[in-house]
Nanobody
Framework: QVRLVESGGGLVQPGGSLRLSCAAS????????MGWYRQAPGKQRELVAT???????NYADSVMGRFTISRDNAKNAVYLQMNSLKPEDTAVYYC???????????????WGQGTQVTVSP
């Protein structure tokens, strides 16, 4: 009922940059928080960055100072600018949104399908 579509992943050399995008669509009354998570092979999914509406951003220590999350509330979109990429940033990156459905005012938490980011020489 809420669909998240990601784009922008790919292969990049160490030290390079990528920008991920994610747009939400569906029966949305409001989105409270959007964010990015990642999952590397053999590891659990972990938080990368989140951005509540009107609140403070939250970053994983491992990406602080290198990644920047931003939102376009009018488009129900979230972005992740990733600079100074390292091989350990290689993972599938997932977009996440939490908010309120418009039809029954219940809470939703939705995930995108994931986009692969590979950092390699």
């Amino acid at each position: 009922q809420v669909r998240l579509v990601e784009s922008g992943g790919g292969l990049v050399q160490p030290g390079g940059s990528l920008r991920l995008s994610c747009a939400a669509s569906g029966i949305i009354l409001t989105i409270n928080t959007m964010g990015w998570y990642r999952q590397a092979p053999g590891k659990q999914r972990e938080l990368v960055a989140t951005m509540p509406t009107g609140g403070s951003t939250n970053y994983a220590d491992s990406v602080m100072g290198r990644f920047t999350i931003s939102r376009d509330n009018a488009k129900n979109a979230v972005y992740l600018q990733m600079n100074s990429l390292k091989p350990e940033d290689t993972a599938v990156y997932y977009c996440n949104a939490e908010g309120i459905y418009s039809h029954d005012r219940s809470i939703f938490r939705s995930w995108g399908q994931g986009t692969q980011v590979t950092v390699s020489p």
